[in-house]
């Protein structure tokens, strides 16, 4: 049976026939995966495209961050922010390190850079910003931080593919970005990921990280993990890689047709950046606050009643998960915004290819919540 609900994203894909020649090359030189030509390829020209010195592709985005903390020795206690995806907060418990979360900033809903400074300890030794739904942190302050304290600052970027400050990509800040290229972000490999890095050592170490330590046939110099992407995904990325400013163009129209139908809608804010550099607007996150006519579970319930499946993204907070609800930075007291923010938050469906009347669809069920109580 047709699911006909609309879902938070609808990944987009190239037309198929312009796969089928990769997919051809693929069969005939049997080359799957292990760096084949596609993987050598599509690294050269997404670093082109993002306008960055290295890329490092990953299989997704979770193994490309395990390995980032891998990759700079990370030790200790980590600065994070509990308004994630968890996986941000799970990688740095698989590289046995302690997170220490720390508040958000109310405007952008990333880490605070006062909320940064008041966490740290002798033990401290990075910080993990996340770009959350792709606006930049606050990367100035961020640094001057880092460089007060010297601590090392791996961005989980994973939302924030072509995001550019007015000094260019925000994947240049901090000593490493990772990404995610999952169906479900902007830019999709099915499932992938990448680290962007600033020089050619650092790269060579994380690409034999990612390869079980390898350097040559025989020899094996780190304690490496299998973290590669294959010859499919590579190859699909190269495709998208035509196509991704399009998508975007064309999720600005969605996201600029939401804004002008949720203005006066009273309760109901929408998150805004800066307005500064380029955003990649992948997420469309309301504010469903006490003004508002039902509290935010009633409006998803309402959306989902009518076939719309909005995504509490980011609810509820990380720091609430059991394996981290004992540690002394979780804390309720300590993480006031994020709490409100994790209570109010709603994402609403934003793809490429989204129709103006299923926008209207969701923005009349919206005003009508206003009324409901
Ligand atoms: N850091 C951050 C800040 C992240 O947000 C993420 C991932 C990561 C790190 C880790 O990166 P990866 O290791 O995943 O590369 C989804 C994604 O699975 C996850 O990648 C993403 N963040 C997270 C925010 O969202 P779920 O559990 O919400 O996904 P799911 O399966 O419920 O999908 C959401 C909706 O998308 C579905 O309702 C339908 C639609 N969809 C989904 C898939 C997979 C499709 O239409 N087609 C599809 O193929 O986690």
């Known amino acids: 049976m047709k699911d006909n609900r609309i879902y938070v994203t609808k990944p987009k894909l190239p037309p198929l026939e312009e796969f089928i ?14 760096g084949g030509p596609f993987h050598q390829q599509f690294e050269e020209e997404l670093a082109a495209h993002l306008g960055v010195p290295y890329v490092s592709l990953f299989s997704n985005g979770t193994l490309a961050l395990m390995t980032a903390l891998q990759a700079l020795r990370v030790t200790g ?14 990688a740095l418990l698989w590289n046995g390190l302690k997170p220490v979360f720390a ?10 850079p006062k909320a940064i400074e008041a966490a740290i300890t002798p033990e401290t030794t990075a910080i993990l910003p996340v770009h959350c739904y792709g606006q930049p942190c606050d990367v100035e302050a961020i640094q001057k931080i880092a460089d007060d304290y010297n601590l090392n600052v791996i961005y989980d970027a994973a939302h924030a593919f072509g995001v550019n400050t007015p000094k260019g990509s925000v994947l240049n ?40 330590g390898f350097v040559d046939e025989t020899t094996v110099v780190t304690h490496g993990i299998n973290g590669k992407m294959n010859e499919f995904s590579a190859a ?19 996201d600029a047709l939401y804004r002008e139908k949720l203005a006066g809608i009273p309760g109901i804010s929408c998150i805004t950046g800066d307005g500064e550099g380029r955003h990649n607007y992948s997420y469309f996150p309301i504010l469903v606050g006490p003004e508002y006519g039902i509290d935010r579970d009633a409006l998803y319930e309402l959306l989902s009643e009518n076939g719309i499946h909005a995504r509490r993204y980011f609810h509820p907070l990380v720091s609430s998960f059991p394996m981290y609800r004992n540690l002394p930075s979780a804390r309720e007291d300590n993480l006031q915004v994020a709490l409100k923010a994790a209570s109010e938050v709603l994402c609403l469906p934003i793809y490429p290819d989204l129709e103006t009347t299923t926008i209207s669809t969701i923005t009349d069920i919206i005003a009508r919540g206003s009324t409901a109580a």
């Open 173 to 212: 800040y901090g000593d490493l970005s990772i990404l995610s290229l999952h169906a479900t972000k902007v830019f999709n490999t099915f499932e992938g990921g990448a680290i962007v890095c600033k020089d050619i050592k650092t790269k060579t170490r994380i690409d034999r990280l990612k390869n079980f």
């Open 236 to 254: 699909l990325g190269l495709l998208q890689l035509k196509y991704i400013d399009s998508m975007i163009e064309a999720r600005q129209t969605v």
């Open 103 to 112: 508040d958000v900033d109310p405007q952008t809903l990333n880490l605070s």
């Open 21 to 34: 020649p990769s997919l051809e090359k693929i069969w005939e030189n049997r080359i799957l995966t292990n």
């Open 77 to 90: 206690e980590v600065i994070t922010t509990p308004y994630t995806f968890v996986a941000t907060s799970n």
